[in-house]
């Protein structure tokens, strides 16, 4: 399986962005997928995830009610809706996954074996 990320770039602060991330070479339906950022000079982190199997999300605490995880079966692609975006989002932003349900491990970026590119979104204030 691989993952190609898209939608990133420039936008103001209010603006909405969505992120895609479709994947090809296989299928991915025990799959659980995510996403993560990172910012200059800090860890990666969390954003959130989705069980593709049946569709269950999870979405980091600090970012509930401004981005929402989905995804299109039909298309195989993974999104990333983001909204009320903030300069403190600007990040690089990565699709990852891996072949297998991880529980309530979802958030540990060490369990996911297949990452994309990152694509990067930037806020301006």
């Known amino acids: 399986v691989q993952l190609q990320a898209s939608g990133g770039g420039l936008v103001q602060a209010g603006d909405s962005l969505r992120l895609s991330c479709a994947h090809s070479?296989?299928?991915?339906?025990?799959?659980?997928m995510a996403w993560f950022r990172q910012a200059p000079g800090k860890e990666r982190e969390f954003v959130a995830a989705?069980?593709?199997?049946?569709?269950?999300?999870h979405v980091a605490n600090s970012l509930k009610g401004r981005f929402t995880i989905s995804k299109d079966s039909a298309k195989t692609t993974l999104f990333l809706q983001m909204n009320s975006l903030e300069p403190a989002d600007t990040a690089v932003y990565y699709c990852?996954?891996?072949?297998?349900?991880?529980?309530?491990?979802?958030?540990?970026?060490?369990?996911?074996?297949?990452w994309g590119r990152g694509d990067q979104v930037t806020v301006s204030s």
């Open positions: 070479g296989g299928s991915v339906r025990s799959y659980t």
């Open positions: 989705i069980i593709w199997s049946d569709s269950t999300t």
């Open positions: 990852a996954a891996v072949s297998y349900y991880v529980g309530p491990a979802y958030f540990t970026s060490d369990l996911y074996d297949i």
